[in-house]
């Protein structure tokens, strides 16, 4: 291994097949279709069963890329989640080991709805360091396991599946080519989205003394209102990054966690709204798997085709947020 360049050259997608409508939450909580559509742009999300944990969405997602990049080893498995299936250890060796990857390097990467991004830069700087040639990086998230089931506000929005792709060493001028990805956090901000209960400034077993908040909490607008300036601005660097001007981006792949975000994020960049594809309408936010499973999505739809000059960004909890230009490949996802 002699590091270089990393190249995309294998996607796949996995969705858990129970799929439950706005009116479906309806039913249960105080909100409608119409609010949800209107507020989120989401139409529908799948929810995973109790039975199912985040490596099994893993997983089907990985075994797809792998077959989408037509090879059947790697050198490294980096797995971004924030519903790793246990506290410890992480995830990513049980999914390398179920998909017969061997005693390869595998790693979780804690960046929430970034992760995948963050995961992206680790994967390709493994690369570069001639660590690994092939790189498997997944995104997958169940917030299913960790949603209060009585707030209507993430139950709307958050939906559970995976979505992953293969790197491999090659050269700086091919299609594919992960141009210097952009990483940023504010850890001033890490409380906008949090946690509480299960780590070390509150302990599982606060949960026992009832004390504690084991859910997913989110204040919506203040997130909302860093998610299109950091994703903006760090999409701009990346195009710059690559020597594109804002103009010249033809798809904007963004991290889908409402479509007045995308909107938003386009309109301050200048960009057409169309060259943002929108697949939330169909998943909700999926998280670390958002941004895998929007790029499915977009190829299979015709939307992205090989040679668009290409952007991915996300933004998430920590708070953190990324962006990484590419010119699409020619790759069919599975
Ligand atoms: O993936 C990581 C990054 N996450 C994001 O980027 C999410 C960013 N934030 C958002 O997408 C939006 O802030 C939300 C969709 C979460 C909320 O939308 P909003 O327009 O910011 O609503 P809000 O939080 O200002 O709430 C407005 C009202 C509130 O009622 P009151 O207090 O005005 O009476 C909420 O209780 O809307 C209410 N509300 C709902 N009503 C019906 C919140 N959720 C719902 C709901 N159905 N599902």
């Known amino acids: 291994m002699s590091g270089g360049a990393a190249v995309l050259c294998g996607l796949g997608t996995w969705l858990p097949p129970h799929a439950v409508t706005n009116d479906d939450l309806a039913r249960e909580l105080d909100t409608s279709d119409e609010w949800i559509r209107s507020r989120t742009g989401i139409g529908v999300r799948h929810v995973a069963d109790p039975a199912t944990a985040t490596s099994d969405l893993a997983v089907e997602a990985g075994r797809r890329a792998l077959k989408s990049a037509g090879c059947e080893a790697v050198d490294a498995v980096l797995l971004a989640t924030t519903t790793p299936d246990h506290p410890c250890p992480a995830t990513a060796p049980l999914v390398a080991d179920r998909l017969g990857l061997g005693t390869v390097a595998a790693f979780d990467v804690g960046a929430v709805c970034t992760g995948f991004l963050y995961a992206l830069a680790a994967g390709a700087g493994l690369i570069a360091a001639g660590t690994a040639s092939r790189v498997l990086v997944i995104g997958a998230d169940m917030y299913s396991s960790i949603l209060d089931p009585a707030d209507r506000s993430t139950r709307a929005i958050f939906g559970d599946g995976a979505g992953a792709v293969v790197l491999r060493a090659g050269y700086a001028d091919e299609p594919g080519v992960l141009t210097a990805p952009v990483l940023g956090s504010d850890g001033s901000g890490s409380e906008l989205i949090i946690v509480r209960a299960g780590g070390s400034r509150e302990p599982l077993h606060s949960l026992t003394r009832g004390q504690g908040d084991p859910y997913f909490r989110m204040q919506g607008q203040s997130v909302f209102r ?43 960049m200048r960009l057409p709204r169309q060259r943002c594809p929108v697949h939330l309408d169909q998943v909700g936010n999926t998280a670390a798997a958002s941004v895998p499973l929007a790029l499915a999505h977009a190829v299979t739809s015709g939307c992205l085709e090989p040679g668009h000059r290409t952007v991915l960004t996300a933004f998430g909890g920590g708070l953190t947020w990324g962006a990484c230009a590419v010119r699409w490949p020619a790759i069919t996802p599975a």
């Open 226 to 268: 860093n998610a299109v300036e950091r994703m903006a601005e760090a999409s701009l660097t990346a195009a710059r990054r690559a020597g594109w001007s804002a103009g010249e981006i033809d798809r904007l792949v963004a991290h889908q966690a409402n479509l007045r975000i995308l909107h938003a994020v386009a309109d301050r």
